[in-house]
């Protein structure tokens, strides 16, 4: 759990309300007087400070550099702009000769705030309306811009492109500036009703974070080509002041059952404008932690640095200062990790007089980060002059203290980035939460959840179950009675050909005109082994291989319609052979494709009696599944015209309906898929997960084709806590224990099939229900590291796409950009595992890198909604589909 103590309270020469205090988690720079600046050795807080005299008016900011040998300072007031040297200043001030500056501005202004480029060699100072942009090292102004309509907030530049300048204004709007060519980049719209005041770069990506007087943080994409486009919107919500005493106050965590009048008038809301923003990386506490961990996996199973090792880092830490409190965010995935509440008693280290100390409210912000993973708040109260120095030491596993009232951040869930073998604990309300029963020990033999499981199968595992066929009996008995071929004998049941097939007699075929011909050629043995011919193409196609390195398939390569009316395609499966392309239709049938694809290369299976929602191929790519809303699933083997197997009944299709309570499904069948390597069917409807075992007969009868001898039969069947299971997902290409069930109370529940029990519950994962859950299992053309088989994804309508890992049960990704608000749509892994692709309700389809938060691509061709998306398992080449029924191939080329 996060600590955070008051470690002192300094007093300075005016009220620091609205004053740019500077702290690098070094130092500490804050007015001395009203014309004089004292710098502070954070460790040593309670030592006499360094003076620095050169200013005749009141200061206005202080911003210190960011090389740390020499590091620099600058001080702005309205009469000078200065930039000190710290190391050489405090040499001059223990000699006790006067510390000298070098001025680099004179009358600018009244200078609100000040910050220095990477390589401090520029200092942008906000004056009124512009920025003036100064030489560090000599006094000299480079550059005036403005183009502001209001006071200009804050300027800070891009460490990613450090000739990029970032500026802030009371307009609310933002602008980007190019310094290398005296040019406005972009300039955005008026985004929001308050103003903007604090802004920060982030270290890890070229992202921008903007705070607003209305407690809304924005995140934006500065990367070259994005369009400058808002990745995430946070609202950090108001928090409740009452002035009642502690007694009377109501308990944060309970309910209010009745208040009365004169309760609700003690009753305030303070304000919550974001004062200060700073990005915190974890970069240092990663790698200590990589070098003193010990691999548990085989060494060809060990990971290495790419795609899941840049996932699995660190994510860097968004600190957020308001009025009310401080708030730390997953800057990836925009979840609350801690919240600290001014309006709480704060712990009080060195403080003679009391234990704890009360801020009640800030009047200014500004974060330093020092060793490890321990921040520096320096809270400028906005009433008294007086500021206090608090150390926030960030452990690894985060959670709120105290969640605040009315709080609109949409998503929050735990983060948990210790080891992976972590126990995870319930978080509180508001949170996501985890119930891990006891029983998963037993499967798992480790804490953690894993889908390449190490445990074997158990004894009384429901994977162990299969349906045979009935032994017939080979012993030959003596016909009994008539035995001529009419009726009542043992001929009754024969085909129409008794005995062996009928020789042509030749009158349809044409004469042979040619009656000898001499062999001229060579003659030559025939070898009794087979030609290196066929074994050279087994080695071909075994040897194939998903190119991982290849571009994303961005380029449209074909159009197809599936019908001749627009017909919605609801999902779209390429086989795992890639052979074939699978897609579910609104007009009550399925439709498979062979590939290349052509509309006369298509076939149609009809059999339903409503609409075909889910489609899934077997391994064997020789078999698929469909489901329906007509509350069955049929099972279809490639090239039959019916279905070889229809699930109707919940448990067995060889008694009578209604006998041993085998009644049909009540509810629509929502997903249905092959499971354990094509040895089970999963199939969803209503609130329940069945699972079946199945047996194929291989005879057909050409006389009674509606008799069938295919047998299923119910080996389990799981029921969820909510009212309807939306979402399913379980690999099939591999064997695996694990399915995730997403459910309508926006849970998933995670099921071990070895042990035939939930081992895992996540609840609040979504502000919706799930829709779409998508794990990452590559392709039989591919193989990933182990911790890759991990990653899963889950969306819902009307929020975002979220990245899971398995074993430590986060979120370690957040994906927008893309239109979701009311049609389910597809979401899918590519091969490689390195981007992720989701259809829109924009007509266009969206193409991800997993390891950035922003989509590469928008491809644009559809005209409806695209409903799903599928990745073709050896080629770099999407399938995608919409409601008016048409399919899209894109490829790389």
Not at 247 to 273: A, H, I, R
Request: proline residues 4%.
């Amino acid at each position: 759990m996060d600590t955070i103590h008051h470690i002192h309270a300094q007093r300075v020469a005016f009220t620091p309300a609205h004053v740019q205090l500077a702290c690098d988690g070094v130092y500490l720079a804050l007015p001395l007087t009203r014309t004089s600046v004292g710098i502070w050795s954070i460790q040593n807080i309670t030592c006499k400070p360094v003076e620095l005299v050169g200013h005749s008016k009141i200061l206005t900011s202080l911003a210190f550099g960011h090389i740390s040998a020499p590091k620099l300072l600058v001080s702005a007031a309205e009469d000078y702009v200065i930039v000190w040297n710290i190391q050489q200043a405090r040499q001059q001030f223990e000699k006790g000769e006067k510390t000298r500056g070098r001025v680099i501005g004179t009358t600018l202004g009244y200078v609100q705030y000040c910050s220095f480029n990477p390589t401090d060699s520029l200092v942008a100072a906000c004056v009124g309306y512009n920025i003036i942009i100064l030489n560090a090292l000599v006094e000299r102004q480079i550059a005036v811009l403005e183009g502001h309509n209001g006071a200009v907030t804050a300027a800070e530049f891009c460490p990613h492109y450090t000739s990029t300048l970032v500026s802030i204004s009371e307009d609310r709007t933002f602008k980007v500036w190019n310094l290398e060519d005296l040019t406005l980049v972009y300039q955005s719209p008026i985004l929001t009703a308050s103003p903007f005041l604090s802004l920060s770069m982030c270290v890890d990506q070229p992202y921008t974070a903007i705070g607003a007087a209305d407690g809304v943080v924005r995140i934006f994409d500065l990367t070259d080509d994005n369009g400058f486009r808002c990745l995430h919107q946070i609202d950090v919500g108001p928090v409740t002041i009452s002035s009642r005493p502690t007694w009377k106050q109501q308990d944060k965590n309970s309910t209010c059952t009745t208040d009365t009048q004169d309760n609700l008038d003690d009753m305030v809301e303070t304000g919550y404008s974001v004062l200060s923003l700073y990005y915190m990386s974890n970069t240092q506490e990663m790698t200590s932690r990589q070098s003193s961990a010990v691999p548990r996996n085989l060494p060809f199973l060990r990971e290495k640095s790419g795609v899941v090792s840049d996932l699995l880092k660190s994510s860097p830490m968004l600190m957020v200062g308001t009025t009310a409190g401080l708030l730390q965010i997953n800057a990836q995935t925009m979840e609350l990790c801690s919240f600290v509440d001014f309006q709480e008693p704060m712990k009080c280290i060195n403080n003679i007089d009391s234990d704890t100390q009360l801020l009640n409210a800030a009047g200014s912000i500004i974060f330093g980060q020092g060793t490890g993973n321990k921040m520096w708040c320096i809270i400028g109260s906005p009433f008294q002059n007086i500021v206090h120095i608090l150390e926030w030491n960030v452990s690894s596993k985060t959670k709120p203290t105290h969640t605040p009232s009315r709080s609109d951040i949409s998503t929050r869930s735990e983060n948990v980035r210790g080891k992976r073998n972590t126990s995870v604990s319930d978080l509180e309300a508001g949170m996501a939460r985890v119930d891990v029963p006891s029983r998963a020990e037993s499967s798992q033999n480790c804490d953690e959840i894993t889908v390449l499981s190490k445990a074997s199968l158990l004894e009384d595992s429901p994977l162990r179950s299969e349906l045979l066929p009935k032994q017939k009996d080979t012993k030959e008995t003596k016909p009994k009675g008539n035995t001529s071929p009419r009726k009542g004998g043992i001929l009754d049941n024969q085909p129409l050909t008794f005995k062996t097939k009928v020789k042509s007699s030749g009158y349809s075929t044409p004469p042979r005109m040619t009656m000898f011909q001499p062999q001229t050629s060579k003659s030559t043995t025939k070898s009794r082994t087979p030609t290196r011919s066929g074994v050279r193409q087994v080695k071909t196609a075994v040897s194939r291989e998903y190119p991982m390195s290849s571009n994303p398939p961005v380029n449209i390569n074909m159009k197809i319609e599936v019908a001749e009316r627009p017909t919605a395609v609801n999902c779209l499966k390429v086989s795992d052979g890639g052979h074939n392309v699978a897609c579910a239709l609104a007009n009550k049938s399925a439709l498979v494709f062979t590939l290349p694809m052509s509309n006369k290369g298509s076939t149609a299976y009809t059999g339903h009696n409503h609409i075909v929602t889910g489609i899934g191929w077997s391994h064997c790519g020789s078999k698929f599944i469909t489901s329906s809303d007509d509350k069955t699933a049929s099972m279809w083997i490639k090239g039959r015209s019916e279905p070889v197997l229809t699930f109707d009944r919940m448990k067995k299709n060889t008694a009578s309906v209604g006998a041993e309570g085998n009644s049909g499904f009540s509810k629509e069948v929502q997903n249905g898929q092959f499971y354990f390597m094509d040895k089970f069917i999963l199939l969803c409807s209503g609130n329940s997960m069945f699972m079946y075992k199945y047996y194929l007969d291989p005879s057909k009868n050409e006389i009674q084709r509606y008799l069938t001898q295919s047998r299923y039969k119910l080996v389990q069947q799981w029921q969820m806590e909510s009212q309807q299971l939306v979402a399913m997902s379980a690999v099939n290409s591999f064997l695996s224990y694990i399915v995730l069930c997403g459910c309508s109370n926006k849970s998933i529940e995670v099921y071990d099939m070895n042990v035939g029990q939930r081992v895992r519950k996540m609840t609040d994962v979504h502000t919706r229900p799930v829709h779409a859950l998508c794990q990452n299992e590559g392709s039989q053309f591919v193989s990933h590291q182990s911790g890759a088989y991990d990653l899963f994804v889950s969306a819902a309508a009307g929020d975002c796409i979220k990245l899971w890992d398995l074993r430590t049960n986060r979120c370690i990704r957040r994906y927008e950009g893309h239109l979701n608000r009311v049609h389910p749509c597809g979401v899918s892994f590519s091969p490689c595992g390195r981007f992720l692709a989701t259809g829109s309700e924009d007509k266009c389809v969206y193409l991800f890198d997993i390891r950035s938060g922003t989509y590469l691509h928008k491809l644009q061709g559809h005209c409806d909604v695209v409903s799903d998306v599928s990745f073709h398992p050896l080629y770099p080449q999407l399938f995608t589909a919409s409601l008016d029924g048409r399919i899209i191939m894109y490829n790389n080329r």
